[in-house]
């Protein structure tokens, strides 16, 4: 499969740019292996970039925290919390409990447990008669439509006024559609019609960029209208924050993929009841590969005493001969990102899949970078000096990473490519209260 990576403006304040195909002053494609490309060909970015993860990105860029701060529970809209607390509470077949104020149940988001070719989706009629079909063979009642853009419609503008919305394991997915398209859902949308867990990594067909309207660089990233093998198809990828999760790669339209399918009918509030326990935070300061672990620790104890977090904070790294959980305290309270999301999956301490990704900094802010160093290919893996920057000494050599914006996070890959980082340039670090 021939993928084409996207590097995005992710909302918050957050600029992420690469130094390719320029779309709009806030969002470029990225055409790997492309001769303009130069990030992912290992050269060098545009005049003040730095190139990170194999895009370039802007070193300087600060996210605003006036408006990327969250507020646990609230977003634009000014919603009410319910009582939902992140366990399971929609009946598959129903639309969901009623959340009190809003006055309707919720709306139920799910992703298709089939996979469909971009070409084969027959438009965005075909694309939503595919989701009620799927809603409706899972006894979820109400008008589903799918997430899918095309050159006259935009997913966004198809939600109409709906509002409120759960997965389809009653999990809060997002308040309303602002929250959707600034990519800060409470869980990413990964659960199936039948409230089954969707394996991860995977892709969804959306055509849709970070700000829920059409993303169409040259013409060719919507399978001519979702009806033709011509061009490609924009695609997200499934577990992803901020804006990957509709907006990450481009593929041929033969390539078959899911489709994220949302409720239309209701005008609910819904919100996240924060989980009590220890804080997990990406850290918004940078660790050079050299400075050690012990600076790594440092910064993360300084961060989170900025943001008036007590206890003691570790950085998620691996010294040589020991893996990075190994100094962990496993047997407190449940790890929980700013917003108050469990980052763990119920009952597992460390696992290959988070519940949602870490995301976010100890104020609550989108990480301006995808990836954290790590020093080994697993939480659970022992490093080596080759995995580590020879012990996060060197300023050679290589270094496994984490990944910080998606629930698949470890032994994380890009299209194929390893996920070290040469010891060259820093990068954040995952911080974990102990």
């Known amino acids: 499969m021939a993928l084409r990576r996207l590097a995005t403006a992710v909302g918050g304040g957050v600029m992420v740019l690469a130094a390719c195909v320029a779309i709009d002053p806030d969002a470029r494609l990225c055409a790997v292996g492309a001769a303009e490309c130069s990030c992912t060909l290992g050269g060098s970015c545009d005049a003040g970039l730095e190139c990170r993860a194999s895009i370039c990105v802007d070193p300087n860029a600060v996210a605003d925290s006036s408006s990327g701060t969250i507020d646990p529970g609230s977003s634009s809209s000014g919603a009410v919390a319910t009582t939902e607390t992140g366990d399971p509470s929609v009946d598959p077949g129903s639309s969901g409990e009623s959340s009190g104020g809003g006055g309707d149940q919720p709306n139920v988001v799910f992703v298709t447990s089939q996979l469909y070719a971009g070409a084969a989706l027959g438009g965005l009629d075909g694309a939503d008669a595919l989701c009620q079909s799927v809603a409706e063979s899972a006894a979820l009642t109400g008008t589903y439509r799918a997430w899918l853009s095309d050159a006259q419609t935009s997913a966004s503008s198809r939600m109409g006024s709906a509002r409120g919305w759960v997965r389809s394991d009653g999990k809060p997915f997002a308040v309303d559609l602002q929250q959707i398209i600034e990519g800060r859902a409470f869980y990413p949308p990964v659960t199936d019609e039948h409230g089954n867990p969707v394996p991860i990594p995977d892709y969804v067909w959306t055509g849709t960029g970070v700000d829920g309207n059409l993303l169409d660089v040259d013409g060719s990233l919507m399978c001519s209208g979702w009806t033709s093998d011509t061009g490609q198809g924009l695609m997200g990828t499934l577990g992803a924050g901020l804006g990957w999760w509709t907006a990450y790669a481009a593929s041929n339209c033969s390539f078959t993929a899911h489709l994220v399918c949302l409720g239309v009918d209701g005008d609910a509030d819904v919100a996240l009841t924060p989980t009590a326990g220890r804080l997990a935070f990406v850290s918004s300061g940078y660790v050079g590969p050299s400075d050690g672990r012990d600076a790594a620790d440092a910064l993360c ?32 309270a449940p790890w929980v990102r700013a917003d108050g999301v469990p980052i763990f999956l119920d009952g597992q301490v460390f696992g290959t899949t988070l519940a949602a990704p870490i995301l976010y900094d100890a104020e609550g802010v989108p990480t301006p970078l995808a990836i954290a160093w790590a020093g080994a290919y697993g939480v659970d893996q022992i490093a080596t000096d080759a995995d580590n920057c020879s012990g996060w000494t060197a300023t050679s050599g290589f270094a496994a990473m984490f990944s910080v914006i998606h629930a698949y996070w470890q032994g994380w890959t890009i299209d194929g490519h390893s996920s070290a980082q040469e010891c060259q340039s820093p990068y954040s670090v995952i911080c974990l209260e102990q």
């Open 301 to 332: 104890a300084s961060e989170a005493a900025a943001a008036g977090a007590d206890g003691s904070f570790l950085a998620l790294m691996a010294n040589t001969g020991e893996s990075p959980g190994a100094r962990m305290n496993a047997a407190g």
